[in-house]
């Protein structure tokens, strides 16, 4: 089955402790991308990827990582989370740039 | 940065009804996209449409990309209990470099009443 699949599915966790959420999908997909979900604000785009050691911003990258080393893998990374980070996360990939296809089922993370 | 006005909020309906929602900018976007999201889930792509005046349909859905190249429009036809969720428009641009990010409405948040 074609999907994207995220871990964990909820984490809870204290300011300034380190998490990696990972997310990995299994369509061969080349670009992959990062979105935020918040009350109000709607989905806004972290970070995206072309392909394999390409990333570049999205609309709010401040406080997060990503890493693309391999196609099918693209992990986000709060090397010091803050509770404005709180949030639900999606995954997202597809093969045609910019059309996001496949997202994942979210990450709720609450930073305390 | 690009937004986009997404209407209504929320929509009460009776189970049956059909179903308008939409979706205006200031801004021309190349390519407009729909999306269901349902609770505990991902968003889940309806439709996408790649040209002014495009009409499209998915079953009972019903898309269309404005003239104007600023709006979209989504229709349900006869509503049934599992079309129940959050519906989201999405633009998208293209520059020189390729495609700009997706812009995402707030979403229609659809209840039908039993």
């Known amino acids: 089955e074609a999907q994207v699949t995220q871990n964990p599915r909820y984490l809870i966790t204290v300011t300034g402790k380190k998490l990696t959420v990972t997310c990995s999908q299994n369509?061969?997909?080349?670009?992959m991308s990062w979105y935020r979900q918040d009350p109000g604000l709607g989905l806004r785009q972290i970070y995206y990827?072309?392909?394999?050691?390409?990333?570049d911003k999205g609309d709010v990258p401040e406080g997060y990582k990503v890493s693309r080393k391999e196609k099918r893998n693209f992990p986000l990374i709060l090397e010091s989370p803050s509770p404005n980070q709180t949030s639900l996360y999606f995954c997202a990939s597809s093969q045609s740039q910019g059309i996001f296809t496949h997202f994942g089922p979210g990450t709720r993370l609450t930073v305390t | 940065g690009q937004q986009l006005n997404q209407s209504p909020q929320s929509m009460f309906i009776q189970e049956g009804e059909d179903v308008s929602m939409n979706c205006t900018s200031s801004?021309?976007?190349?390519?407009w996209l729909w999306y269901k999201q349902e609770p505990g889930e991902g968003p889940v792509l309806l439709i996408a449409l790649y040209k002014a005046g495009e009409l499209t349909s998915n079953g009972r859905l019903t898309a269309q990309f404005g003239i104007t190249r600023k709006d979209s429009f989504l229709n349900i036809s006869a509503s049934i209990p599992s079309d129940v969720g959050i519906y989201f428009c999405?633009?998208?641009?293209?520059?020189?470099?390729?495609?700009?990010?997706?812009?995402f409405g707030k979403g229609t948040h659809l209840i039908i009443q039993p």
């Open positions: 801004s021309i976007f190349n390519t």
């Open positions: 999405a633009g998208l641009t293209y520059s020189g470099g390729g495609a700009d990010g997706l812009t």
């Open positions: 369509m061969n997909h080349e670009y």
């Open positions: 990827s072309m392909n394999v050691e390409v990333t």
